[in-house]
């Protein structure tokens, strides 16, 4: 399968379960894809965020050897919203590495911004949560960020928000 070629035919959540499939636990594949994901252009990086981070999703451990590419991509100026949203996404699922916990830390607190898509911030709530119980130092200043954007978030921010914070009493 030529992934490029399929992500320059479209998006589509049939396409990323194509390219899911095909990739599967591969490592050489996921890195292709890692590979495409960070070649561009713009569009085709976009397009090949959802599938990565669907891969990991499954199969945690592809992502291993690309924890600093992919924190690096985040920190772009001008990614686009789909790239974050689906980094965060996998992070969610990963046990990140101790040398990158500071950087997952500093990206996620920075991603809860009220600026940020709900989507991007829910995510980030919760890579923060998971992290918290490894750093209970975390816990106290993650509750102040939630509980200071309660009150003007959606549905969908309130529900991760209290999944969260019920985590954080544990």
């Known amino acids: 399968m030529n992934i490029r070629k399929l992500l320059e035919t479209g998006h589509?959540?049939?396409i990323t379960n194509k390219i899911v499939a095909y990739?599967?636990?591969?490592?050489?594949?996921f890195n292709s894809l890692?590979?495409?994901f960070l070649a561009g252009p713009h569009q085709i990086t976009?397009?090949?965020a959802w599938p990565l981070s669907y891969c990991v999703m499954q199969h945690p451990f592809l992502i291993e050897r690309?924890?600093?590419?992919?924190l690096k991509m985040v920190a772009k100026p001008g990614v686009h919203d789909a790239v974050k949203r689906n980094i965060v996404?996998?992070?969610q699922f990963v046990e990140v590495p101790g040398k990158y916990q500071g950087k997952v830390i500093d990206m996620c607190f920075a991603l809860m911004d009220p600026k940020e898509p709900i989507a991007v911030r829910a995510f980030s709530m919760t890579v923060l949560?998971?992290?918290?119980?490894r750093h209970p130092d975390l816990k106290k200043e993650l509750r102040l960020v939630i509980e200071d954007q309660l009150p003007y978030g959606s549905a969908g921010f309130v529900g991760r928000a209290k999944k969260?914070?019920?985590?954080?009493?544990?």
Do not use: F, M, P
């Open 129 to 133: 949560g998971n992290l918290a119980g």
């Open 66 to 70: 690309h924890y600093n590419t992919i």
């Open 46 to 48: 976009q397009r090949a």
């Open 89 to 91: 996404r996998l992070l």
């Open 34 to 36: 890692i590979t495409i």
């Open 164 to 170: 969260v914070l019920k985590q954080l009493e544990k």
């Open 23 to 29: 990739v599967g636990a591969d490592q050489e594949r």
């Open 12 to 14: 589509s959540k049939s």
